[in-house]
């Protein structure tokens, strides 16, 4: 019985403080690098972060892959049975193709660098090297092509994600964005 109460309920459960911290964590972390990818050629003060930008982008991988790995592991909180069927689906859908982007567009950067006719540094902010891939530079062609639209679909997607959470909390007015969202919390996060 306790279980169809906690699945009938309008205000699901919160998502764990892990899932919360790595969300929060790779937002802030995708959202810089979007900003210094996209902006790097037409602000000339975003050059020298490129360095940064691609050591960041191999943490967002990394923290990307722990993620999901979580995220198989501890399934999320039930979406509320009230939502219709459509809005879960495309809900569900979104997410994959978030998860599908953080590691995709790593990769498609590490391709890139790896790809590139003349190779520039590519260490983890100075700590240690990040090993080339083995590819040919008509594969870096790809991954910087597959990078940069990529990039500019994540930065929509990214828009819209925060708007249906904004709809949800603000228009809607339930606990979809206080599930991910600390200081919203009106129950305990699970461990």
Request: glycine share 6%.
């Amino acid at each position: 019985m306790a279980a169809q109460d906690r699945s009938d309920r309008s205000s699901p459960e919160r998502y764990s403080r892990v899932a919360i911290w790595l969300h929060w964590t790779i937002a802030l972390l995708v959202i810089v690098n979007l900003a210094v990818g996209l902006l790097h050629e037409s602000v000339p003060a975003l050059r020298a972060w490129m360095g940064a930008h691609k050591a960041l982008g191999m943490l967002v991988l990394v923290l990307s892959l722990a993620r999901l790995a979580w995220r198989v592991a501890h399934r999320p909180p039930p979406l509320p049975a009230p939502m219709p069927a459509w809005e879960k689906g495309i809900a569900h859908l979104a997410h994959a193709v978030l998860y599908g982007m953080m590691i995709g567009m790593p990769l498609t950067g590490w391709l890139m660098v790896s790809g590139a006719a003349r190779r520039g540094p590519f260490n983890w902010f100075g700590l240690f090297d990040i090993p080339y891939l083995p590819v040919s530079t008509a594969t870096g062609r790809f991954g910087h092509e597959a990078h940069e639209i990529v990039g500019w679909m994540m930065l929509a997607l990214i828009v819209a994600h925060s708007a249906a959470a904004l709809r949800h909390h603000l228009v809607l007015r339930d606990e979809i964005l206080a599930r991910m969202a600390p200081a919203l919390s009106r129950t305990k996060p699970r461990v």
